[in-house]
C-alpha cells in the first residue's frame, strides 16, 4: 500500500523540506492542501506551480493529489444562495482542478466542512445547490484528467453528507466518473453505524471508493487512539485496492514531524503485520 502524508501537519516548514522529511520517514507521496501554498492558491503563477512539481520530484516524493480544498482564499461555500459567493466558489473550484492536473496529482478530496453548511430554514435548497456544485467539479475534473472525490464528514462538523451511502448515491445521480468518493476513517469512526473494515467490504466493490484517510476517530493519527488499523489494511487487501492511502490526523502533539514519523511507522509495522 502506498501512503501519502497530508502536508498541513508539517506545514511550518518550506515545502522543500516537507518533501524531504517526508522521503527520510518513508512516505509514498505528498498530499497537498492548497492553502498551504498560497492564499489564493487557484490562481498560483505558472512559474510556482512547475517550482513546487520540480522540488518534489527531486525529493521523490510524487503529488498525489489535493484536500481541504475549500479554506482559501476565505468566504467560500458550496451551498451558498448568494450569487456571488457560489460564482467565487465555482471559479475557485475549477482552479484548483487545474492546480491539480499542473502538479501532477490525481485526486482532490472535498472536505471542507466549514464551506459546505446547510443554511437554517433553507435545507433543502442548500443541499440542493451543492449537489450541483459537485456535478459541475466531476465535469471539470474528468475534463482535466483528474477525479473530484465528495468527502463524507462526521455531523459535528456538517450536516451535508455524512456517510459512505450518501455519497455514493449522489455519485451514482450524478454519474459522471470525475466524481467520486472515500473513506476517512475518523469521519467513519464518528458517525457511520459500521466499522471502516465494514465500510470497506461493502462499499469498495461499488468501484466508487478511490482513496482513504488513514486517521483516529480521536482526530489523531494512526495508532495514537482505540482504532485498530490492521482489520482496515486487511480489508483493503481483500478488496485488492490498489490505490493510495493518505494519513491525515488533525491534533500535532507534541508537533507535526513527530505525529508524520510516528504514524508511518505504525502504518508500516501494521502493514508488515498484516502480510
Not at 524531504?20 to 505528498?30: I, S
Not at 445521480?173 to 470525475?178: F, L
Not at 505525529?259 to 502504518?267: E, K, S
Amino acid at each position: 500500500m502506498k501512503i501519502s502524508l497530508c502536508n498541513e501537519v508539517i506545514a511550518e516548514l518550506p515545502f522543500e523540506k516537507q518533501c524531504n522529511v517526508m522521503a527520510k520517514l518513508g512516505y509514498d507521496g505528498v498530499e497537498i492542501a492548497p492553502v498551504t501554498l498560497s492564499d489564493e492558491p487557484h490562481v498560483l503563477p505558472a512559474a510556482r506551480r512547475k517550482e513546487i512539481a520540480k522540488i518534489a520530484k527531486n525529493a521523490g516524493i510524487p503529488i498525489t493529489g489535493l484536500h481541504y480544498l475549500m479554506v482559501a482564499p476565505q468566504g467560500l461555500s458550496i451551498t451558498a444562495k448568494d450569487p456571488a459567493v457560489r460564482q467565487k466558489t465555482f471559479e475557485v473550484m475549477r482552479g484548483l482542478v487545474q492546480l491539480c492536473a499542473d502538479l501532477g496529482g490525481n485526486l482532490m478530496i472535498h472536505g471542507s466542512p466549514v464551506q459546505r453548511q446547510l443554511d437554517a430554514g433553507d435545507e433543502a435548497d442548500s443541499y440542493k445547490r451543492g449537489i450541483e456544485y459537485f456535478a459541475a467539479a466531476g465535469e471539470a475534473a474528468r475534463a482535466a484528467g483528474v477525479t473530484y472525490l465528495l468527502e463524507p464528514l462526521a455531523k459535528d462538523h456538517t450536516a451535508f453528507v455524512n456517510s459512505v451511502a450518501e455519497a455514493v448515491k449522489i455519485v451514482r445521480e450524478i454519474g459522471n466518473p470525475g466524481l467520486q468518493t472515500m473513506i476517512d476513517c475518523s469521519a467513519a469512526g464518528r458517525s457511520e453505524a459500521q466499522s471502516v473494515p465494514e465500510l470497506i467490504q461493502q462499499w469498495m466493490p461499488s468501484g466508487t471508493i478511490r482513496h482513504i484517510h488513514l486517521n483516529d476517530a480521536n482526530r489523531r493519527g494512526p495508532g495514537d487512539g482505540e482504532m485498530k488499523f490492521a482489520p482496515i489494511v486487511a480489508a483493503l487487501r481483500a478488496a485488492n485496492y490498489a490505490g493510495i492511502a493518505a494519513v491525515e490526523p488533525f491534533i500535532y502533539e507534541p508537533d507535526g514531524p513527530t505525529c508524520a514519523a510516528r504514524a508511518i511507522g505504525y502504518m508500516r509495522g501494521t502493514i508488515e503485520a498484516v502480510g
